[in-house]
């Protein structure tokens, strides 16, 4: 087999994969995750900063006190 007709199998299995209703499914399915992946990182990333914050207050208020 030469690779122009590697190449010209390899799309049309891919093309007939992606059109498939299970194929189709698992886009899905993967861009969902990765979805909620880069939604859990936004609010990780906030509660984070929060605490940093309220960290940074109460070695302000602690240094009043010495």
Do not use: C, Q
Request: proline share 0%; hydrophobic share 50%; glycine share 10%.
């Amino acid at each position: 087999m030469n690779l122009k007709g590697f190449f010209k199998k390899l799309r049309s299995k891919t093309r007939e994969f992606l059109s498939d209703e299970y194929g189709g499914n698992i886009v899905e399915y993967a861009l969902l995750v990765g979805f909620a992946l880069f939604i859990f990182f936004i609010i990780i990333s906030v509660v984070t900063s929060m605490l940093d914050w309220t960290v940074g207050l109460s070695n302000g208020f602690f240094e009043v006190f010495k």
